[in-house]
């Protein structure tokens, strides 16, 4: 029973490299989401995707890259990694047909970044 | 500007007595309210949501309310216990998306 699985849980990064957060879900979910979590502060939107192929911006989406070409596969790419980019970072999904539907998101453990 | 935000970043209760987390909001477009739980090093777990056409949930020992025309919702667990002790996100869902807006957490500290 897995549900949505991220990797890795934690990383170092050094500033201008790049790296991939990968994120899977096993529930046949259509939605899938990349939050992020700074110390004391809520979770802030990066990208999301309502089904395989398609792919919007959320509230921060400055400084990454997503793709989605499978229903089960969501990753999240840094480029030129910087310090700011320093925090926890979630993936969840959902499944959601429209207003009926009470669109609960599960969310994976997070990875922890740290950008140096 | 923050459209979803929990004023009180901490609260310490008793075990035995209520708790009580507030939230409010300011978008007039959010069809649905939602509270997450998180524990350290885990992500966040749903506990309780209402639609915005009701303004009570209740399930268990948790509640939760909402005033529409003061755009205010708030949590009530009763009795709390220890392993309540976690951080309490309230979250807003646009009814433009399932997409949901987070507010900055309220960490909950129920002592034995």
């Known amino acids: 029973n897995a549900g949505v699985t991220q990797t890795p849980k934690f990383r170092i990064l050094k500033i201008g490299q790049s790296m991939t957060l990968q994120c899977t879900q096993d529930?046949?979910?259509?939605?899938m989401y990349w939050y992020r979590q700074d110390p004391g502060m809520g979770l802030k939107l990066i990208y999301y995707s309502v089904g395989a192929g398609i792919t919007d911006k959320g509230e921060v989406p400055n400084g990454y890259n997503v793709s989605r070409s499978t229903t089960e596969d969501f990753p999240l790419r840094l480029e030129l990694a910087a310090p700011s980019q320093t925090s926890v970072y979630f993936c969840?999904?959902?499944?959601?047909?429209?207003?009926?539907?009470?669109?609960?998101?599960?969310f994976g453990e997070g990875s922890r970044l740290t950008v140096l | 500007d923050q459209q979803v935000k929990q004023n009180s970043p901490s609260l310490s209760v008793q075990e035995g007595r209520i708790s009580i987390l507030n939230c409010d909001y300011t978008?007039?477009?959010?069809?649905?309210f939602l509270w997450y739980k998180k524990y350290p090093a885990e992500g966040p777990t749903f506990l309780i949501s209402i639609s915005s056409i009701k303004d009570k949930n209740e399930d268990g020992r948790f509640t939760v309310f909402l005033n529409k025309s003061a755009k205010h919702l708030s949590l009530h667990i009763v009795p709390s216990q220890p392993g309540d002790s976690a951080v309490y996100f309230c979250?807003?869902?646009?009814?433009?998306?399932?997409?949901?807006?987070f507010g900055g957490g309220t960490r909950l500290m129920v002592k034995p």
């Open positions: 529930m046949n979910h259509n939605y």
């Open positions: 978008n007039s477009m959010f069809d649905y």
């Open positions: 969840a999904s959902s499944y959601w047909q429209g207003i009926l539907n009470t669109g609960e998101l599960f």
């Open positions: 979250a807003a869902r646009s009814n433009a998306g399932n997409m949901l807006t």
